[in-house]
Nanobody, 125 residues
Framework: QVQLVESGGGLVQAGDSLRLSCAAS????????MGWFRQAPGKEREFVSA????????YYSDSIKGRFTISEDNAKNTLYLQMNSLKPEDTGVYYC??????????????????WGQGTQVTVSS
């Protein structure tokens, strides 16, 4: 089992930055895929970004490419999402997720085995 806890969300203005963190605990060894998803009010949850370890191969949705950066600190078992130039349409609950598989479709929610509880990001215009 793996437990995931997100933090770092908040209320910011358009153009501001935030860094989300996702601390993993439990059976965290081995290769994996970790991702960030978000759910805006009244919308379905969507893929934001993912990273595979080993290899640090990264994936981004078109809507955030160039503004968000995913990274991880293996020593701390922590996943990050640096979000710059935030827009009101980035508002939503951000979830981190972890798959036990490396060779998986990073953008597909069903490929992930563990989910955090989410952290709210609100961007005002």
């Amino acid at each position: 089992q793996v437990q995931l806890v997100e933090s770092g969300g908040g209320l910011v203005q358009a153009g501001d930055s935030l860094r989300l963190s996702c601390a993993a605990s439990g059976r965290t060894f081995g290769s994996y895929t970790m991702g960030w998803f978000r759910q805006a009010p009244g919308k379905e949850r969507e893929f934001v970004s993912a990273i595979k370890w080993p290899g640090n191969i990264t994936y981004y949705s078109d809507s955030i490419k160039g503004r968000f950066t995913i990274s991880e600190d293996n020593a701390k078992n922590t996943l990050y999402l640096q979000m710059n130039s935030l827009k009101p349409e980035d508002t939503g609950v951000y979830y981190c997720a972890r798959s036990r598989r490396w060779n998986t479709a990073a953008a597909i929610q069903d490929e992930y085995d563990y989910w955090g509880q989410g952290t709210q990001v609100t961007v005002s215009s």
